[in-house]
């Protein structure tokens, strides 16, 4: 099986990005919010130049917070609970699934997923289904059979199927 994520290294990374995204923006907040504090208690008299000082750094806060918790944080989020989850045990095994053609990619909290259809035969009938390929360049050929272990419909591990032909 050729895995096409390390799980071990992919959650610790992505636990502690969280961790320190968490970290980092707490600390900056605190920080923004005692300068602005101290800047105006300990000011002089003429308090005016420090309130405009306060006004403007107040405000490029402000918008780098939205910049940030609409495009950032949701990303880093994303990845720490795809990963939380992710382990040797839970992975799900599909047998024989056929390749049948790579799709328009798929966006989620600013994290691309390469769309990949595949079909499978369940007693009579063929099925089709989409997976998804997460940080990662795999190539499949059209109509070739694949055993795949996925994780919520994330592919992490590839193995081609070959037929023995006389």
């Keep these: 099986m050729n895995r096409l994520l390390d799980i071990k ?4 990374r992505s636990k502690r990005r969280y961790v ?7 600390l900056l907040s605190v920080m923004v ?7 105006i208690l300990f000011s002089s008299l003429d308090y005016y130049p420090n309130l405009i000082i ?3 750094v107040d405000c490029l806060y402000l918008v780098f917070m939205v910049f940030y918790f609409l495009n950032i944080f949701p990303m880093v989020r994303r990845y720490y609970k795809i990963y939380k989850g992710m382990n040797g045990v839970n992975l799900e095994n599909r047998r024989n699934m056929t390749f049948v053609e ?6 989620m909290d600013n994290i691309v997923f390469k ?15 989409n997976l998804y390929l997460l940080d990662t360049e795999a190539s499949f050929r059209e109509g070739e059979s694949y055993s795949l272990e996925t994780y919520q419909n994330i592919i992490v591990g590839v193995k081609e199927i070959t037929h023995a032909a006389l």
């Design 9 to 12: 290294l992919a959650n610790r």
């Design 20 to 26: 320190l995204h968490i970290v980092l923006i707490s």
């Design 33 to 39: 919010i005692a300068g602005s504090l101290l800047s």
């Design 54 to 56: 306060n006004i403007v």
């Design 102 to 107: 790579q799709r328009e990619d798929k966006t």
């Design 115 to 129: 769309v990949m259809n595949f079909s499978y035969k369940e007693g009579e009938s063929t099925y089709q289904e």
